[in-house]
């Protein structure tokens, strides 16, 4: 019901791929071990507004949209809709986008995936979008993050993408690297092949504040880098803190202060 | 949905658009998804109601970014959007992208595939099914209007303008390519009509493209001889 079949010439190339991911595993594209003990841990950043009480008091205002993690609907997010999460390997890496790190619980098995880290992945995506039968279109408009989101959730939906994983586009020199950091698009199913446009993801559970830390940072290059503010100068923070220290955290309910 | 509540989603759509929070978008989709909670909890579970002569709002109630948000979010639980509220968006909005938008999430709500399923598995036993026989769908009843000039809803009355507004929504048909939006098209493409003319040159024109390049169309209803 409501699955998108137009066919292209690249389906099969690209469901070649996706199965190649996916028989990797998520882990094994990232690198690590099944029995790592942060293996199935994620972590999301966000202001102290929203983040700074995770889950928040029952009663507080927007209290049942901070149980779960969401799913981004805003047009301008990379791979479209989905639930935006990093690896808690990389533990620092999304924290461009706000102070509170909210470390939640996944398992990724049978996952489809596609390694958009792979640049022969996506040049896949792109010969997928010159068979689009709206490509003009799609390119030309004045609304680009519309037509972007528009393409990237079709393809998803067409190929039963559950998450895409993707290298960081917006960077910093200490906490975000581009060559290898991996961040992960993770998809909602409404029915299949439909993707879910809002509310809270159901692929995470047990999400709770665990990292502060004690950075800002200023959009530079047109939003392509982020600069830090205070710091730090250098990694490795200090002191050090590990994915493992993380997830012990999260298990015991404490906060991790970092400083820079 | 309320008028109020509607126009509480007013601020739903000025939060889609990058930049509108002086925060990160993270932050702009948490804030969404609390509204989102609000309105739906003010609802008493009943799902919003978009369809029907109490729900009295209107295309400009809301910016196209927010119904584009408001219409591909609605689930089993919340009403079809009216057929008048679309023809009213469609018409008001002739970006070709919006217009994608509002007919793509027009066919997405479940009913609609629910409504389509028996068809789509008789198009699936090669047996045809026109236009009018299919269930409705904004963009099945749509079409009728333009190929039927007394129907109502008829937006464009000359011939010409018609022709070329029947083209423009099959392509947009085309593109969206889920099992519905082909049925719809393959009921087109058994009209005879000279008003569909363009419209059913120009399906012709995408599928045999992709034909010539070894597509096989073998999956899709209505066009997998």
């Not at chain 2, 369809?51 to 109630?61: K, L």
């Not at chain 2, 047996?127 to 079409?143: A, D, E, G, K």
Request: net charge negative; glycine share 8%.
């Amino acid at each position: 019901m409501s699955r998108r079949i137009r066919p292209t010439p690249v389906d099969s190339a690209i469901r070649r791929a996706i199965a190649t991911s996916t028989g990797q595993g998520l882990f094994g594209i990232l690198g690590i071990s099944a029995t790592d003990p942060a293996a199935n841990w994620v972590i999301k950043y966000t202001s102290p507004l929203y983040g700074g009480e995770y889950p928040p008091a029952p009663r507080a205002v927007g209290a049942a949209a901070r149980t779960a993690l969401h799913i981004s609907t805003a047009t301008d997010f990379t791979w479209g809709t989905g639930c935006y999460v990093s690896p808690v390997i990389y533990p620092f890496s999304g924290a461009i986008y706000g102070r509170c790190g909210i470390v939640a619980k996944f398992d990724p098995k049978d996952w489809n995936i596609f390694d958009a880290s792979s640049p022969l992945n996506v040049d896949l995506y792109m010969q997928w979008v010159d068979w689009q039968p709206l490509k003009p279109l799609l390119m030309l408009t004045v609304h680009a993050n519309l037509a972007n989101q528009y393409l990237r959730n079709s393809f998803r939906e067409t190929f039963n993408v559950d998450c895409v994983v993707f290298p960081p586009d917006e960077v910093n020199p200490h906490y975000t690297r581009h060559s290898t950091h991996r961040w992960l698009a993770v998809s909602d199913w409404a029915s299949p092949g439909r993707l879910q446009k809002g509310k809270l993801s159901g692929r995470f559970s047990d999400p709770k504040l665990v990292v502060v830390v004690a950075e800002d940072f200023e959009k530079v290059r047109g939003g392509l880098g982020r600069r830090t503010l205070i710091g730090p100068q250098a990694v490795p923070f200090n002191p050090p803190v590990t994915p493992a220290d993380l997830v012990m955290a999260h298990r015991s309910g404490q906060i991790v202060t970092v400083s820079p | 949905m309320s008028r109020d509540a509607l126009l509480a989603a007013d601020v739903i759509a000025r939060l889609l658009r990058p930049g509108a929070l002086d925060g990160d978008a993270e932050d702009a989709a948490l804030h969404l998804a609390g509204i989102e909670e609000r309105l739906r909890s003010s609802h008493k579970g009943d799902g919003l109601r978009l369809m029907g002569d109490d729900v009295p709002v209107t295309a400009g109630d809301l910016p196209p970014e927010g119904w584009i948000w408001l219409l591909e979010n609605l689930s089993a639980k919340d009403s079809e959007p009216s057929y008048q509220i679309l023809d009213e968006l469609y018409r008001q909005y002739p970006d070709q992208l919006l217009r994608l938008r509002f007919v793509d999430a027009s066919i997405s709500h479940p009913a609609v595939g629910e409504r389509y399923a028996t068809a789509i598995g008789q198009l699936r036993e090669r047996r045809r099914v026109s236009l009018s026989q299919l269930p409705p769908s904004w963009p099945r009843n749509w079409l009728l209007a333009q190929i039927n000039p007394e129907a109502e809803h008829t937006s464009a009355s000359r011939f010409e303008d018609r022709a070329g507004a029947v083209a423009e929504i099959s392509l947009y048909l085309v593109q969206v390519g889920t099992e519905e939006a082909f049925a719809i098209l393959a009921g087109l493409m058994h009209e005879t009509s000279e008003i569909t003319a363009p419209a059913r040159e120009q399906i012709d024109t995408v599928i045999s493209a992709s034909r010539e390049s070894g597509v096989r169309w073998t999956t899709v209803p209505g066009f997998d001889e």
